[in-house]
């Protein structure tokens, strides 16, 4: 094979390698009821397709290849193990190892007949990995990077925290899950609602790395915003009385509203107040109003205030009812991240809220707020901070300081997109800057 196809061919390795591991260590999971070992064999598969297809050519079904690759090195492990007759008792009398050698139609028919009314493999594993004998932090982190597919930087970048403290943290949660036999399985009754709320904070952060992400040559990752509104779905569905469920669901459905028109033809990103509305699915904000309609309802019904994601998903509900970029009610919104800051007081909340704040009442009470936050250490590497207060700079026409603001943040951006959309904004701040008479 020459080089150029051996290189398009490892690209598509990477990119299947990319939608696919979720669903391999998944299904592998349930066989080896061991997430640690699961992604261990998963990682073989690759191994295996790195091997293969640059000789074999890609298969007609990647996907497949690779989960049936990972099965069958899961069943050689069983096989190995002195214990294999109990083990298969524990997974269900031999059904896996079937699994890996019959036709799809058959593994199609034992899979409908087994698995429960929630019938997911990514769900159980959302909610294995997010097991109460785990930190909050390490719950997200494992997560994010089994069902994301995230590397260990991409996730520090999302909290703010140094890079070796996720891998750490990544390290010992499966270790610890491995080592205490955690059930592979989707909590019912009372032990629901205590791992719920971790559950929804990872869908989060999935949808948000797919919306926005951290680094890369593209500014969005659309399958993992996919994959995080169909589990958001699903969570909706499995905690009905939950308020926060719903409110994630609708925060979801309206931003993925949006997906067609934040970018351009050439795949460059295109702000909120530039987009062409008429691009928005409407059938998601529909679904998403309604969905935030029902967390408000769930909320009154228990005299609660409403929570995060429902707040967030009235703000968005917002920028959705509005026809125009100028008929936004700003002062609302502002009032919602009020609202939030009360909820969850954060520096990127207050970031947000600043925004706001500067749209409804004029950027000098905006950079007001931002200046508070210079200093703030979890936004130091933060490049939405230098961004905003760049942004402000502008329309309050000290240019000269805004280019250099601009300048800093597309430094601190890992993501060539926004770095490019930053740099074309302060070199065009420049320009206006020397063409001003003095």
């Not at 982190?141 to 943290?169: H, M, N, S």
């Not at 909320?299 to 125009?324: D, F, K, N, V, W």
């Not at 954060?346 to 007001?368: C, I, K």
């Not at 490049?383 to 430094?411: I, M, N, Q, S, T």
Request: glycine share 4%.
């Amino acid at each position: 094979m020459t080089a150029p196809t051996q290189a398009a061919t490892h690209r598509a390795i990477d990119a299947v390698w990319r939608i696919e591991q979720a669903r391999i260590v998944a299904g592998v999971a349930r066989m080896v009821r061991d997430i640690g070992l699961a992604e261990e064999l998963a990682q073989d598969a690759l191994v295996a397709a790195l091997e293969h297809w640059p000789n074999d050519g890609v298969p007609a079904n990647p996907g497949a290849w690779l989960m049936t690759t990972a099965k069958h090195r899961a069943l050689d492990r069983l096989r190995r193990d002195k214990n294999l007759a109990a083990k298969l008792e524990q997974i269900g009398l031999d059904l896996e190892a079937r699994e890996a050698l019959v036709v799809p139609d058959f593994v199609d028919a034992l899979d409908a007949a087994r698995q429960d009314d929630i019938g997911d493999d990514l769900l159980r594993l959302v909610f294995t990995a997010c097991h109460p004998l785990l930190s909050p932090e390490a719950r997200v982190a494992l997560t994010l990077k089994l069902l994301g597919g995230l590397t260990t930087a991409e996730i520090a970048r999302a909290y703010l925290v140094p890079e070796p403290t996720i891998a750490q943290r990544i390290v010992r949660a499966k270790r610890t899950l491995s080592e205490a036999r955690v059930p592979y399985e989707v909590p019912r009754g009372e032990e629901l609602g205590p791992r719920l709320a971790s559950v929804l904070e990872v869908v989060y952060l999935i949808f948000n790395e797919g919306y926005t992400a951290t680094a890369g040559d593209h500014w969005m990752k659309p399958p993992l915003c996919d994959e995080a509104l169909r589990l958001a779905r699903i969570l909706a569905e499995l905690a009905t009385e939950e308020p926060e469920a719903h409110g994630l669901t609708a925060l979801l459905e309206i931003q993925a509203s949006r997906t067609a028109a934040r970018t351009d033809d050439q795949g460059r990103p295109v702000l909120l107040a530039d987009q062409n509305r008429a691009r928005w699915d409407h059938l998601l904000i529909r679904r998403g109003l309604a969905a935030l309609a029902r967390a408000e309802q769930l909320a009154a019904r228990r005299a609660r205030p409403l929570g995060p994601y429902a707040l967030q998903a009235a703000i968005a509900a917002c920028h959705a009812r509005a026809p125009t970029a100028e008929a936004t009610d700003w002062t609302r919104i502002a009032a919602l991240y009020d609202a939030l800051a009360q909820v969850i007081p954060s520096p990127v909340v207050e970031l947000n809220r600043a925004v706001a704040v500067s749209m409804a009442f004029g950027p000098a009470a905006g950079l007001a707020i931002v200046d508070t936050l210079v200093d703030e250490p979890a936004l130091k590497n933060y490049h939405w901070l230098p961004a905003v207060r760049a942004d402000l700079l502008v329309k309050l026409g000290r240019r000269e300081l805004a280019c250099a603001e601009f300048l800093r943040a597309a430094g601190l951006a890992k993501n060539e997109r926004e770095k490019a959309l930053l740099n074309e904004r302060a070199a065009n701040t420049a320009s206006h800057e020397k063409a001003r008479p003095h």
